[in-house]
């Protein structure tokens, strides 16, 4: 039986507004684990959806996506990378939420070892977290104790988002969407599962930010061939609305992660660890620009909460 393919198709149209006005964006490798092959992100000019074309087959990002081998050299580049996902930063977001009612029940979609449920616990400890994730790493979050319930797939699966109708006062995707393979069908199972009145929580990395066509390949954010989407803060917010969802908060400046000229850094230097003094004066750079650029076009991430009807 002959190997299936790992790439789809070629598409000619976007895949968000159905527009044929398509341009290539960039072109990259696994700049992360050093697998083989390149990848074509295109970018659609009318409505600024940024997409991988052609897309990774089911089969070809279960064959990118799986754990590295051990001993395999990408521990800086992780902890570099991991800065979005620090305690801190997660309490931060969960700290967005205090303005509403206290929630009941709360889903992280995405949630790999739940590390956000485990950091919002301590500004919401009355607050039931449960977790879904493709990989068995939510499971393995239940066991430690950071999630209450543990569901392995993904929401968009019918089952899945049947068994979870109406269950949830918040739902939250952080860095989620640009992963999924329809991210306007992840939206419409994230407010299925929702209450009324519920509320979406999202946060992605932002395509508009001018750190991307200043860092090209090298903007983490790109993050090929992990991310198979970049949608526009504008492309989601009217998406929201047309499903009869109010925006209650949109934002660019305190979603901002300061890692953008350190991680582009450790991503073009295999050898990152032989320059260390250059890593420093790169994060140093980067936090001290960081509170002028995060009121700025170079603010790399948004953040947006929208409340069901």
């Known amino acids: 039986m002959p190997p299936r393919p790992i790439h789809e198709p070629r598409r000619d149209d976007c895949p968000w507004c159905g527009s044929k006005r398509l341009r290539t964006r960039l072109r990259a490798p696994d700049l992360l684990h050093h697998r083989p092959g390149t990848f ?12 991988q074309n052609p897309r990774l087959t089911a089969e070809g990002l279960a064959l990118y996506l799986r754990e590295p081998e051990a001993g395999s050299g990408r521990g800086l580049t992780e902890r570099v990378l991991a800065a979005r996902t620090s305690r801190r930063r997660l309490r931060a977001v969960a700290r967005t939420m205090l303005r509403f009612p206290e929630p009941e029940s709360w889903l992280d979609v995405g949630t790999g070892h739940a590390l ?3 950091a919002a616990k301590e500004v919401f400890p009355y607050t039931a977290f449960d977790g879904l994730d493709p990989t068995p790493r939510v499971e393995r979050a239940k066991w430690a104790g950071r999630i209450e ?12 988002t049947a068994r979870l109708r109406g269950r949830y006062d918040v739902v939250s995707m952080l860095h989620h969407l640009e992963h999924t393979p329809d ?5 419409a199972a994230a407010l299925a599962v929702l209450r009324p009145g519920g509320r979406l ?4 990395p932002d395509p508009l930010s001018a750190f991307a066509p200043l860092l090209g390949k090298w903007w983490a954010p790109h993050g090929q061939p992990r991310h198979l989407h970049l949608l526009p803060l504008a492309n989601v917010r009217a998406e929201l609305e047309s499903r009869g969802c109010t925006i209650v908060a949109a934002d660019r400046s305190a979603a901002h992660v300061p890692h953008d000229l350190t991680a582009a850094l450790v991503l073009s ?3 990152a660890r032989q320059v260390t003094p250059l890593l420093a004066a790169a994060t140093a750079l980067d936090h001290s620009l960081s509170p002028v650029l995060r009121h700025t076009r170079f603010s790399n991430t948004y953040r947006l909460i929208a409340r069901l009807p």
């Open 149 to 160: 319930e543990a569901h392995v797939g993904r929401l968009t699966t019918p089952g899945i």
């Open 40 to 51: 074509v992100v295109d970018e659609c000019l009318d409505c600024a959806h940024a997409f």
């Open 183 to 187: 991210p306007r069908e992840e939206l």
């Open 201 to 204: 929580l999202l946060e992605l």
């Open 269 to 271: 230097l295999p050898r």
């Open 116 to 118: 956000f449920p485990q």
